[in-house]
Structure formats: C-alpha cells, structure tokens
C-alpha cells in the first residue's frame, strides 16, 4: 500500500503560455523543498524535468515531465508539460491526472490568448488554482499590470499574497504577507532565511494583509460575522477562509518571485499544502463517472481506497532502461504492481510490471499505489494514452478526452531501403506516445503522410525516428490529392479485337459519361437491350470502367463524380471472353471521358482560426489572398474565431504563416470540407507540375 495518507498529497499541473519559467519554477520548488541538492537551470541544460535531448539543444520542454518532493509532511506531484501550443495535447493530459494547477505568468511577458484558452479549460474542470508571477528580477517587470490583466482576461482579481522585497535596486526576497515575515533565499543553498517585516514597509504590508482577510472573510458567513467584530480573522481562520475560496475557485492568491533566483518559492509550497485540495477533497475527482464498457450503463468511483482499482492513462514513454511505462492517475482503489489489470478502452486484459514514483528520469519502484497517486507502471504491451484500466471484476471506462486535431502534413520518404522498416516502426511508437500525431499512407497519393500540430511539433517527431529507432527521412509538402471529373455527357464506342488465326479476343461496347453532383462519386448501369452483350460480360465492362477511373485524362488523378451506362455493343460467340470486354470498356471510357469537358477538382477544407482582436485583420486579409472564402468572424474573450472555406493547397504552410501574422497567439484547426473545381488560370500549372512530377518518377 502507498504510505502516504492521502490527505498529505498534492497532485499539481504547471501551465503557462511557452518559455514562461514552469520548469524553472518546478526546479525550484525541488531545489528549496529539498528534493535534490543543485538548484539545476534551463541554460546549462541541467534541470532534473527537462532531459530529453531535444529538450536540452531546444532549451525548452517538449515533454510531460513527473516530479515528486515533499513539504510540511505532504507529499506534492509536480506535473510539467510543455508550454508550446504545437504540444498542447501533452498539457490537456497533464490535466487529467492532477488535483490543482500553479498558472505560471512572466512579468514581463503578461498574460497571452493560449493562456486565456488554458484557462477557461482549468475552469471547466473545476481545478483549483494558484498563480505564479515569475521573472520579477527583470527589468522591466511589471506585477501591476498582470494584476491589471489578470482581471481583464482571465474575470478574476487575484489576491497578492506575496510581494517583490529588495533593500537595494536587485530583488532579494518576497515579503511573505501570511506569515508576516521577509523571505530570502540564495541559489546555493536551498534553506531560506525568515527576517522581520522592516519598519518602511509594514505600511504596505498592513494594507495587503487586509485585502487577505477580507477575502478570507468574504468566503463563509461565520469567519465575515467574526471578521466585523473582531477587525480581523486568527491565522487559523484566515488559512480556512482562504482555502475555501481557493478550493472553490473564487480566490485566486498571487505569488511573486523568480524561479531562477529561487525567489519566492516558500510561500508558495506553503499554500500549495494550506489551499490546494488532497486527492479525495477534489470536487470534481471525488466521485467520477464513466460508462460500463459492455452494458453502456453509467458507473461511478469515489477517490477512496475501498473502491475498486480505476485509474486514466496520461502519457506513455519508452524508457531507455525500463522500456515501455505508462503514467496513470489511480482514481479509485489501490493498484498493485505485478498484478492483472483490465483496460477498458480497448477491452483487454494487460499484466502490469514493477510501479514507479517518478522524479524526472529517475524511477523508484513502490509495490502499490492508492487513490490519487500518479505512478507510472512497466510492461503494459498494449495500453495507449487516455485509456481507463480498471479491475478486471468492477469494470468502468472514463470518458476520452477530445485532443487537439493535427494541422499540418508532410510527405515523408525513407532515404534507403534498410529505414523503411524502421520508419514505419518508429512511427507506430511515436504515436503510441502522442496521440496528436497522425500518419498514413494516402490512398490516391500513396505517400506516407506524417501530421501534427504544427513546424515544431514534426521536427520534433523526426528527431526521435532517429534518435531513438535510427531511422532517416527526407520530407516534402504532400501531393495534394486532386481528383478529375466531367462537365457533359459523351459517349464513345470502346472495341477491342484480335481476331488473326486461333483463339481471337473480341469486346465491344458503348458507353455513355454523365456528370453526378459532387460527392456522389461512381455510379454504373447496364443500358443494354435485347442481349447485344451477354449478361455475364457486364460485370467485366463495369470492371473495365472502375480501372480506368483510376487515371483520369487531365494529369492521370481519379475520375469521380460521374455515372456510367453501357447502353450497346456487340460480341462473338467464340472469340469474346471477360477480359475482351474489360479492355473494350477501358478503352471506351477514355474516349468519351476526352470529350466530356474534363475538369480537375482541389481538395476545399473548413478553417477555423482563433487569432487576438488586433491581429485580425491581416489574418482575414491572407486568408483571401489564398483563395479563401470567409463565412463568418465571431467575438470569443479577447480573441476573433474565423470560419473560413479554403483550398488544401493554399494551406500547406499555413502553420508557419499564422505564427508569425499573430506573433505565436493564433491557432488553427481544419478539416475537409468538400471537392471543388480548380479555378482554370491554374489548371494547366497544375497539370504541368504534374506531368513533370510523373516523368521524373518513370525515370
Ligand atoms: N530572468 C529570469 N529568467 C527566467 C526565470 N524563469 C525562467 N527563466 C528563463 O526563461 C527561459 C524559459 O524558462 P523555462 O523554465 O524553460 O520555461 P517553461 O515555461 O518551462 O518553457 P516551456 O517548457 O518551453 O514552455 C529559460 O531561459 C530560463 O532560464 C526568471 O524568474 N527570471
Ligand atoms: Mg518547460
């Protein structure tokens, strides 16, 4: 069994918008908590959360990293994804498996539209919260404007419960307001030194600590009754009011500091043990419901000991030492290591290795783990992340969480034979880790398409192909899959005949093209009257007809949208056969399809863009200028969402366009919408690009 009561644990996710200092903050806390002994930093690569090698050339996290220290006999799980919205999917899993999330806001870099975005999912979730302002030894810094903003965009006033200190011009402390002390501390030694509020600044201090009481007070008629006849609240009934509004997320307490100084850090693992809720005071984790995977009928679990095992997947990883591990959030029940589990999300039973609590990429085996750990467990072959494991007898399976779609594509090629093995492997496991990445093999193309989230986020998928499974590729935009079809009807004779001594070969028919309404892709009758073609060669027509759709008349895409009817021909008795038929038909088809006024058609995608009010207009502005049709602009927050209906082939950098006309605060999400016809200016280029394309192929 775990040896942590449950009310001494505190499960907390990091988020901020990208660079802020989460894993400099978290660094901190390990280093000030005593959990390791350096204080480790981003620049010199040796932070115990960032250790992946794209995280260390990129400076920056790329992955969901696990920590765990302890503070006033309580045990915290730090959860520290990554901020960069290409990988937003690694920080709306981290929000499955925590209690409470510390916002991380720069001081000098304040509040911006992603955040605003992670913000309103915090609030669905009904996860408690506790705001960190970071960087205040900057110059430039500014706390008052955040508080200013913090207002505006986020629709609540945080309550400042620390505040910047320094005797000279650099910052050297916090003025801690609960305890009514100043903090300094030094980034050699992690114990920090408590002084006396000084004479010049326990005016503000004084009237900061009253905002505090008031709302401590405000949250309950008891301590607000208490709060009018006495003046003010005892520091036991200040920390529950205080709690109370934390808890249900109607105070939000400011912390100043620095995480690379290893300024500021005390206040806040004090409050995250007085004001963020354990495992099992957790409002919307107390009792959780999900559905029966065989009967459908709802099921619940409540975050205790006593109920059966439950618990979500949130990442998975394959360890260089301890191969696969799958970090899970134990929601109910006890886990054991070495034990059957039943995964419910794809209905199979797994046999779980060794449980580890996780520091980094360190790894200490536990035997068990209790509602509300994170653990991560070994060996489980066949569980991906976001899937429920449960008991086997007691069978429950949470809803999935919807991630983010991919937006961007390329086209990847093994450079030699000896890495196609290995590309398609490698994928596979990539995916198996991430599952906002996507790849396919194209059905028209026959390209291996590789998508994700964006620039980065490929990158970042090709460094590990190989790295980890040693697999090189080279990468293009994707073929755009262009389809042909037909203006009018035609028709044309198709007759294939060999008939010089032996056995000969004899198919004719006519056949007539019509065009179909788009979408409606292929359809086939037989026209024929009076046995002209006998019945069983019709199949071997329709055969003949369905081959030859393949490769239209234009540039070779496939035919669609186009009915086909074989409404005459002839045959012989002898020298007629299925194959005859097939080849006539073929040939009768692109005939006619030459004649029809052949068109090419573009793949159309809806386009939903969410972009900063002042960035709006250029954003419209390149949307038309790739061809797009804006159907509607809609006021969100602080920021405009787009519809618009844009070609596939305009939008191949869109990722990397959108990023630099907001400055990194736009979004986007698309999906195929429909064909259209590719307006004529471009279709001959496409044709040409094409045909190039096709000839360098052959040769
Ligand atoms: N001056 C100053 N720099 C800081 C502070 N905190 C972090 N930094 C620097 O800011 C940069 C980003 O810090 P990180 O801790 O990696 O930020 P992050 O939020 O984890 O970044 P992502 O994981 O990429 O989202 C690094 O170069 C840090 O050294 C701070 O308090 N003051
Ligand atoms: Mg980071």
């Known amino acids: 069994m775990s040896e942590i009561p449950r009310e001494s644990l505190r499960n907390v996710a990091m988020i901020s918008s990208a660079g802020v200092g989460k894993t400099s903050l978290a660094e901190a806390i390990l280093f000030a908590s005593g959990a390791v002994p350096r204080l480790g930093s981003i620049v010199q690569g040796t932070t115990v959360s960032d250790f992946e090698p794209e995280e260390l050339h990129r400076r920056s996290s790329v992955s969901t990293s696990l920590l765990r220290c302890s503070w006033n006999h309580t045990t915290i799980n730090l959860v520290d994804p990554p901020g960069a919205l290409n990988l937003l999917g690694e920080t709306v899993m981290a929000l499955r498996a925590v209690d409470a999330v510390i916002l991380v806001v720069g001081a000098s870099s304040g509040i911006r539209s992603d955040l605003i975005r992670l913000w309103s999912r915090v609030k669905t979730l009904g996860l408690p919260c506790l705001l960190f302002l970071n960087e205040l030894d900057k110059d430039g810094a500014s706390p008052d404007l955040v508080v200013e903003t913090c207002q505006r965009d986020l629709g609540i006033m945080p309550v400042p419960m620390s505040l910047p200190w320094c005797s000279g011009v650099q910052l050297e402390g916090v003025l801690d307001l609960l305890q009514q002390s100043v903090i300094t501390s030094r980034t050699d030694i992690p114990t920090s030194q408590h002084l006396p509020i000084p004479e010049n600044a326990k005016m503000v201090v004084g009237d900061a600590r009253k905002r505090i009481q008031e709302a401590a007070a405000e949250r309950d008629d008891r301590l607000l009754e208490q709060y ?49 809720p354990s495992p099992m005071e957790q409002a919307s984790r107390a009792l959780l419901g999900g559905l029966h995977p065989n009967t459908g009928e709802a099921v619940s679990r409540r975050a205790v000991q006593e109920d059966p095992f ?93 991630l983010p779609r991919p937006v961007l594509s390329f086209a990847i090629e093994p450079k030699s034979n000896a890495d196609i093995e290995k590309v398609s492997l490698g994928l596979h496991k990539l995916i198996e880790e991430d599952p906002t990445l996507e790849f396919s093999r194209h059905a028209d193309t026959k390209e291996m398409v590789l998508s994700g989230m964006g620039q980065l986020h490929i990158d970042l998928a090709l460094e590990k192909l190989r790295r980890k499974y040693g697999a090189e590729v080279t990468v293009h935009m994707p073929k755009i899959p262009y389809r042909e079809t ?21 198919g004719d028919c006519w056949l007539e093209l019509a ?121 969100k927050d602080q920021t405009e969402q787009i519809t618009a209906l844009v070609p596939m082939a305009e939008l191949l950098t869109y990722a990397t366009t959108l990023n630099s006309l907001t400055a990194g605060r736009g979004s986007y999400a698309m999906e195929f919408a429909r064909y259209d016809e590719v307006p004529r200016e471009l279709t001959g280029r496409i044709i040409e690009a094409h045909k190039v394309e096709s000839h360098a192929v052959a040769h």
């Open 310 to 402: 439950s618990g979500i997947v949130f990442k998975t990883l394959v360890d260089p030492f301890l191969g696969r591990l799958s970090y899970v959030r134990v929601l109910s029940g006890v886990l054991h290591a070495d034990s059957m589990v039943f995964n419910s999300s794809r209905s199979s039973k797994e046999k779980s290795g060794h449980l580890y609590t996780v520091l980094g990429k360190k790894h200490m085996v536990v035997p068990s783990a209790g509602a509300g750990e994170i653990v991560a467990i070994g060996k489980l072959k066949d569980t991906q992340t976001g899937d429920t494991l449960c008991d086997e007898h007691a069978l429950i399976c949470y809803p999935r969480t919807v």
């Open 486 to 506: 037909i203006r009018t009807t035609a028709q044309a004779q198709g007759k294939y005949k060999k008939q010089t001594g032996g056995h000969g070969q004899y």
């Open 228 to 276: 009018l006849a006495a003046g003010e609240l005892t520091q036991e009934d200040l920390i529950n009011g205080l709690r109370l509004g934390v808890q249900a997320g109607t105070l939000l307490p400011l912390y100043s500091g620095s995480a690379i100084k290893n300024i500021g850090i005390v206040p806040l693992l004090n409050a995250i043990v007085d004001f963020l």
């Open 515 to 635: 065009p179909l309404p788009r979408g409606e892709g292929f359809k086939f009758d037989n026209k024929v009257v009076g046995g002209v073609i006998p019945r069983n060669f019709i199949p071997a027509v329709e055969k003949g007809v369905v081959e030859a759709l393949q490769h239209g008349s234009l540039a070779g895409f496939p035919v669609v949208d186009c009915r086909v009817a074989v409404y005459d021909g002839s045959y012989h008795s002898v020298d007629s056969s299925e194959m005859a038929f097939k080849i006539a038909a073929s040939m009768g088809f692109k005939k006619a399809l030459e004649v029809a006024h052949p068109v090419l058609l573009e793949p159309i995608m809806t386009v939903e863009v969410e972009a900063p009010a002042d960035h709006i207009g250029g954003v419209i502005g390149d949307l038309n200028g790739r061809r797009g049709r804006i159907l509607h602009v809609e006021a």
